[in-house]
T-cell receptor, first 116, second 112 residues
């Protein structure tokens, strides 16, 4: 079974430029998450999707960040314009839609963004 | 304010010993607690989940305890090996929003 796929793995851009990250979750997983992980910290949730619907985007800085999950499968996270403080690893995770309980999340390898 | 604290310093232990990692939390009421392993350049990988009404969970050389009175979880790796060297993250799930909140992790190094 293929895991969560993310691209690109690395991205270096100048500040004020736009950038986009792509995620393909595990087949059949209804829930998709985007996290940001700063060096030496744990992942912090940016947005969670249940199928096509963004059910929790309270931590997404909406002035510059946007996300979409068309057809409830692949997802794209965009930053426009990027700022120096956006340098981090952006992780995508997916989980199956369980009826109850705490879902195990399956993470992709992440995209390491460097903003110069 | 809400806080999750893991061992503040990196942890070095000798091969064959038991590693014990700590996760303390404040102002959370987790229904579940999960532990993940993260290697450099990779995403976290799920290891174990424990529910609030469970005191202990085991999987091979791994053991997790969960004390909701102390607001603490302990993660043990017995007979540790150099291959166990990684960062270990605890994550809380309060159960209502199906959302995990992660600690900052403990970097474990097992010395041969």
């Amino acid at each position: 079974e293929a895991g969560v796929v993310q691209s690109p793995r690395y991205k270096i851009i100048e500040k004020k430029q736009p950038v986009a990250f792509w995620c393909n979750p595990i087949s059949g997983h209804n829930t998709l998450y985007w996290y940001r992980q700063n060096l030496g910290q744990g992942p912090e949730l940016l947005i969670r999707y249940e199928n096509e619907e963004a059910v929790d985007d309270s931590q997404l800085p909406k002035d510059r960040f946007s996300a979409e999950r068309l057809k409830g499968v692949d997802s794209t996270l965009k930053i426009q314009p990027a700022e120096l403080g956006d340098s981090a690893v952006y992780l995508c995770a997916s989980s199956p839609l369980g009826a109850t309980g705490s879902d195990t999340q399956y993470f992709g390898p992440g995209t390491r963004l460097t903003v110069l | 304010s809400q806080k999750i604290e893991q061992n503040s310093e990196a942890l070095n232990i000798q091969e064959g010993k038991t590693a014990t990692l700590t996760c303390n939390y404040t102002n959370y009421s987790p229904a579940y607690l999960q532990w993940y392993r993260q290697d450099p350049g990779r995403g976290p990988v799920f290891l174990l989940l424990i529910r609030e009404n469970e005191k202990e969970k085991r999987k091979e050389r791994l053991k997790v305890t969960f004390d909701t009175t102390l607001k603490q979880s302990l993660f043990h790796i017995t007979a540790s090996q150099p291959a166990d060297s990684a960062t270990y993250l605890c994550a809380l799930d309060e159960g209502s929003a199906r959302q995990l909140t992660f600690g900052s992790g403990t970097q474990l190094t097992v010395l041969p």
